[in-house]
């Protein structure tokens, strides 16, 4: 038997309920002391009759079913209310009253029989007549769910159903909207029971009764509320997050000065020509357009011959750091690691080891402040005699803790005021004004250049900010350098639209999802998702793509073997540079872009590679008129590209031919 | 202007009434703010006024409400917390201050009241109501249009007055009548406080409805109301700066009719969000959830609602049982008991 729940149900509830069942001929007559109170035998039991032990049918007593289920009056439920909605399924008993015998001789004498058979509920046979009538509501249940039971949407949706076998519309009604799995595009069992605590007490199968009762009620099957609704619901607030790393990064062990100096004695200069990095993680190990600048930047330094030391916190940190916080860094040498030690062992260290060396060629770049605090960083750097360098925009973390300036992770905020009412909303609002004095620190102790991948990156930037930068430049990541035209294609087959990447929010999947699903039946486009997973149940054509550093060109060369026409780039934040716009015009495919997606639409409207649409509903509008077929590899006849790389940093430095 | 402004509430509100208290601080820095508590302070928690985002606390029973203890006894929790909003009202006439604010405790503010000043300027009472828009679909008709006659055509979860002229007669006038008559009790024409104010056009001059969507957001009008977080930071309802919303109902039937009516406009579960956060941080865990001092008898033992409902209907009652709250002999609940109540 299933743990009683508390009781919600509303007293209106109750007595709709209840008055189903309720014989208020019986009740009138075993209760002769109403009469006079004129309170209808519902409303009268609904509130005191149960109360007194008073019986509202002659096949239920009060008594017999509080004296047996304590727990239920306990649980603030009306005894015959329980039976009815909870009881009764779980196969609680019940016993007649001790009235009823007396009324129904009474009324059998005055030739008046029950509209009903007392026998089918007590007395001889119970088991077997429960048992009939369950069957028969199962299937009654069974009929009216099957009416709008889509067993094709229900196989797609739930693959692993699908695999067992099992009937769809069984494993729905058996298990499946347990499990919060829908019967239909149209109604949402996770919507229903959200907007109707009342069914959700109760305990039955959600889309029965809105088939039976919810619908009439005018109750809603499925409440369209959009992705962002479950971004939002899902928003952890940023202390948690930074409480959780400042606990594992206080659990560090840490290495000593000792095994410090001994790495750094493996360099190649003895660190005499050194290039220190500050970034938000182990670029060797992990992946991501940063990551692969910093492997670029570092390929270079390799080839210059100059020692490279990173500087990454060794806990990923959401936010940069004050100075007390736990944050212990970890430290590649040319691109090996050489431990985690603390930001004070580094810069006790290096200014005995870089100090011992005459500096010749020294430079640094900080690429992301995330997880340092500006004075530590600011003194490593003292200690190797470096003042004077770079600083990144590859993303906004120097205007704000949200370094994708999007607002709760649903919208581009543009980098408002701070004490503008967006920032009062968002999640990330109490934690900007650390970002911007952490990075006001850092331009006061440093003479930064600042160093954009893109005009539009600089130009926001320098909108939102004033710190006292000694310059400012901006240096493109990559290039394109014209190959040829691209193969011919059919100009008669449906436009191959493509998303391209990790199906992520920011990055715009649920936009590409959803206008795939509603163009799915249209015979002018064909969908597809090149990336590296695909999300489960996603009824796109997937191609796996994976991009490693032996194959840069993997999702270049993917999207021109599918030969996408279009690429669409819709990401809810604004990109600093986009290497994906830039794979994808490589590929010979054109972009449709949103309007926050930062350097991706000014790469767009400056090159001519595809549209830039002002919103969601521009983007469905282009679809169903067809504005976008113009964009077809038959109408534009492309040229294809190879990419030219830039030597981040590398590029900027004196003496590098 | 000299402003007051004033919250009512019990212990298990004190959550959300520094949510709103903090809102005003930062908006309104020069307004007076005092917590109307009816309440005492559950065993456990320390309460410091000092420390909390308001001015001052005005305990209910030292508005000198006559035979206080009937008084309250005759009231459920949320009707007397509404209805020592008008005594309080009344004795902030005299308090010096030019004018007075009243907003629930699961209001906040979202921007500066200023415009309500500069109203205040040329009329003497402030009223929102429900809707300011109609609407047009069955559904949306039964659960806000239809629900609002039935409750109040304005939400008493804002009012604003002068303390002279109209504003101090409103004043006196909801404070008698809520003395009386602030008891939900819909079939009788009573929705604690807020019916009441239906009459207040046609009995007062000097009133002023505001139309203005960005005043009191809620889900019973968000049908009508699209908000928007512009790229300059602002936070709008229908093109107007959003002032405060009222998050009436936190908790599922709060996010149910919001998600009814909020559909996709997603900035709307923005500020739920934001609202949700804040109140988890100014939670005390030393308050028990539903606490109401004045929920129990002497003995802790839960008073029914019937029983206050009984109390109120019989003036013999009252006059044999000053203090309803007492348990043990002679006491109300001795009596109801041996009456089978």
């Known amino acids: 038997m299933a743990v009683l729940a508390r009781s919600s149900a509303s007293a209106d509830e109750v007595h709709r309920v209840i008055s189903t069942a309720l014989d208020g001929a019986f009740y009138r007559a075993v209760n002769p002391d109403l009469a006079e109170s004129g309170l209808d035998p519902i409303r009268h039991?609904?509130?005191?009759?149960?109360?007194?032990?008073?019986?509202?049918?002659?096949?239920?007593?009060?008594?017999?079913?509080?004296?047996?289920?304590?727990?239920?009056v306990k649980a603030g439920w009306n005894p015959l209310h329980h039976y009815l909605i909870v009881g009764r399924r779980e196969g609680r008993e019940v016993v007649r009253s001790t009235l009823a015998d007396d009324y129904l001789l009474r009324r059998a004498r005055r030739g008046e029989a029950p509209a009903w058979r007392f026998e089918t509920l007590i007395g001889e046979g119970q088991a077997a007549d429960v048992l009939a009538e369950e069957t028969a509501l199962r299937h009654r249940e069974r009929s009216l769910a099957a009416q709008e039971f889509d067993a094709g949407f229900y196989v797609a949706s739930n693959p692993d159903v699908a695999r067992t076998g099992v009937d769809p519309l069984d494993h729905f009604l058996a298990s499946g909207w347990r499990e919060g799995r829908d019967p239909n595009a149209a109604f949402s069992v996770k919507d229903y029971l959200e907007s109707y605590p009342d069914i959700a007490a109760a305990d039955i199968n959600p889309f029965v009764h809105y088939l039976s009762a919810g619908r009439a009620e005018g109750r809603t099957g499925r409440t369209e509320l959009g992705f962002r609704y479950e971004i939002i619901k899902r928003l952890v607030p940023l202390e948690t997050r930074v409480a959780a790393v400042a606990r594992a990064s206080a659990r560090l062990k840490l290495g000593t000065a000792a095994a410090l100096a001994k790495a750094l004695g493996g360099a190649r200069t003895?660190?005499?020509?050194?290039?220190?990095?500050?970034?938000?993680?182990?670029?060797t190990a992990n992946t991501g357009g940063v990551q692969l600048c910093l492997q670029r930047e570092g390929a270079r330094l390799a080839a210059l011959g100059r020692d490279h030391l990173h500087l990454y916190p060794a806990k990923p940190w959401p936010v940069v750091r004050v100075r007390g916080e736990p944050g212990h860094l970890g430290v590649l040498l040319n691109g090996e690691p050489a431990g985690i030690f603390a930001p004070k062992t580094i810069a006790g260290v290096l200014a005995k080891t870089a100090g011992a060396a005459k500096p010749r060629r020294r430079s640094f770049a900080i690429h992301s402040l995330l997880g340092h605090a500006a004075s530590e960083a600011a003194d490593i750097l003292a200690a190797a005699e470096l003042k004077a360098g770079f600083f990144w925009l590859h993303d906004f973390a120097s205007l704000c803790a949200g370094f994708h300036l999007l607002r709760n992770d649903v919208?581009?905020?543009?980098?408002?005021?701070?004490?503008?009412?967006?920032?009062?909303?968002?999640?990330?609002?109490?934690?900007?004004?650390?970002?911007?004095?952490?990075?006001?620190?850092?331009?006061?102790?440093?003479?930064?250049?600042?160093?954009?991948?893109?005009?539009?990156?600089?130009?926001?930037?320098?909108?939102?900010?004033?710190?006292?930068?000694?310059?400012?430049?901006?240096?493109?990541?990559?290039?394109?350098?014209?190959?040829?035209?691209?193969?011919?294609?059919?100009?008669?087959?449906?436009?191959?639209?493509?998303?391209?990447?990790?199906?992520?929010?920011?990055?715009?999947?649920?936009?590409?999802?959803?206008?795939?699903?509603?163009?799915?039946?249209?015979?002018?486009?064909?969908?597809?998702?090149?990336?590296?997973?695909?999300?489960?149940?996603?009824?796109?054509?997937?191609?796996?793509?994976?991009?490693?550093?032996?194959?840069?060109?993997?999702?270049?060369d993917a999207i021109a073997r599918h030969e996408a026409d279009v690429?669409?780039?819709?990401?809810?934040?604004?990109?600093?540079?986009?290497?994906?716009?830039?794979?994808?015009?490589?590929?010979?495919?054109?972009?449709?872009?949103?309007?926050?997606?930062?350097?991706?639409?000014?790469?767009?409207?400056?090159?001519g590679h595809g549209i830039v649409l002002g919103d969601e509903d521009a983007l469905a509008r282009a679809f169903e008129a067809g504005e976008v077929l113009q964009l077809a590899r038959a109408k534009r006849l492309p040229m294809l590209y190879d990419l030219a790389f830039s030597g981040l940093t590398v590029d900027l430095l004196e003496g590098v031919p | 202007m000299k402003v007051l402004c004033y919250s009512s509430f019990t212990f298990s509100y004190l959550n959300r009434a520094r949510v709103l208290f903090q809102t005003l601080r930062r908006f309104h820095p020069d307004w007076e703010l005092v917590a109307l508590v009816t309440d005492r302070p559950p065993a456990g928690f320390r309460f410091d006024p000092a420390a909390e985002p308001f001015d001052r606390v005005v305990w209910a029973q030292e508005l000198g409400i006559p035979d206080f203890?009937?008084?309250l006894f005759k009231h459920d929790v949320v009707e007397v917390c509404t209805a020592v909003k008008g005594p309080f009202l009344h004795q902030a006439c005299e308090s010096g201050a030019d004018a007075v604010v009243y907003l629930d405790p699961d209001t906040a503010l979202f921007g500066s009241l200023a415009p309500i000043e500069a109203w205040l300027e040329d009329h003497d009472i402030l009223l929102t109501p429900h809707l300011i828009d109609p609407n047009d679909t069955p559904e949306a008709i039964a659960d806000n249009d239809l629900s609002a006659?039935?409750?109040?055509?304005?939400?008493?979860?804002?009012?604003?007055?002068?303390?002279?002229?109209?504003?101090?007669?409103?004043?006196?006038?909801?404070?008698?009548?809520?003395?009386?008559?602030?008891?939900?009790?819909?079939?009788?024409?009573?929705?604690?406080?807020?019916?009441?104010?239906?009459?207040?056009?046609?009995?007062?001059?000097?009133?002023?409805?505001?139309?203005?969507?960005?005043?009191?957001?809620?889900?019973?009008?968000?049908?009508?109301?699209?908000?928007?977080?512009?790229?300059?930071?602002?936070?709008?309802?229908?093109?107007?700066?959003?002032?405060?919303?009222?998050?009436?109902?936190?908790?599922?039937?709060?996010?149910?009719?919001?998600?009814?009516?909020?559909?996709?406009n997603f900035p709307v579960y923005e500020v739920w969000s934001w609202y949700k956060r804040q109140v988890t941080k100014a939670t005390d865990g030393a308050i028990p959830e539903r606490w109401w001092a004045y929920g129990a008898y002497s003995d802790g033992t839960p008073i029914e609602k019937s029983h206050r409902v009984l109390y109120r209907r019989r003036p013999d009652l009252q006059a044999a049982f000053p203090d309803p709250f007492a348990a043990g002999d002679g006491g109300f609940p001795q009596w109801l008991e041996r009456e089978g109540l």
């Open chain 1, 45 to 72: 039991y609904a509130g005191s009759g149960w109360r007194e032990g008073r019986d509202p049918a002659p096949w239920f007593s009060t008594r017999a079913y509080v004296e047996a289920y304590p727990e239920v």
């Open chain 1, 270 to 283: 003895g660190l005499a020509d050194l290039h220190v990095t500050f970034s938000h993680d182990d670029y």
């Open chain 2, 149 to 264: 006659s039935r409750t109040g055509i304005f939400n008493l979860g804002f009012v604003a007055i002068r303390t002279t002229g109209e504003g101090a007669r409103f004043a006196k006038w909801w404070n008698d009548r809520l003395l009386d008559w602030c008891y939900d009790d819909m079939p009788a024409g009573l929705f604690v406080d807020q019916r009441w104010c239906d009459h207040v056009p046609a009995l007062f001059d000097r009133v002023k409805v505001i139309r203005d969507p960005g005043y009191n957001v809620a889900s019973w009008n968000l049908s009508t109301r699209t908000v928007a977080v512009g790229k300059d930071g602002q936070v709008t309802v229908n093109g107007a700066p959003l002032r405060f919303w009222h998050f009436t109902k936190l908790g599922p039937m709060g996010d149910a009719m919001t998600k009814k009516y909020g559909g996709t």
């Open chain 1, 411 to 556: 919208e581009d905020c543009s980098a408002p005021p701070p004490e503008s009412a967006a920032c009062g909303i968002c999640v990330y609002g109490p934690w900007r004004d650390r970002h911007l004095a952490e990075h006001e620190r850092l331009f006061e102790r440093l003479a930064l250049t600042v160093v954009s991948p893109s005009q539009p990156t600089l130009d926001l930037w320098k909108a939102s900010s004033a710190y006292p930068a000694a310059g400012e430049t901006v240096l493109p990541h990559a290039t394109l350098v014209a190959r040829g035209p691209a193969p011919a294609t059919p100009a008669d087959r449906p436009l191959r639209v493509a998303y391209t990447g990790m199906p992520t929010a920011h990055k715009g999947w649920e936009i590409f999802r959803d206008l795939a699903a509603r163009f799915a039946a249209d015979p002018r486009y064909h969908f597809l998702h090149l990336g590296g997973r695909a999300p489960v149940g996603s009824p796109i054509e997937f191609h796996k793509v994976t991009v490693t550093g032996a194959t840069p060109r993997a999702m270049q």
């Open chain 2, 69 to 71: 203890p009937a008084w």
């Open chain 1, 567 to 607: 690429v669409l780039l819709w990401p809810l934040c604004r990109e600093t540079f986009s290497f994906a716009a830039y794979e994808a015009v490589a590929a010979g495919a054109a972009i449709v872009a949103g309007p926050d997606s930062g350097n991706v639409a000014a790469f767009v409207e400056a090159g």
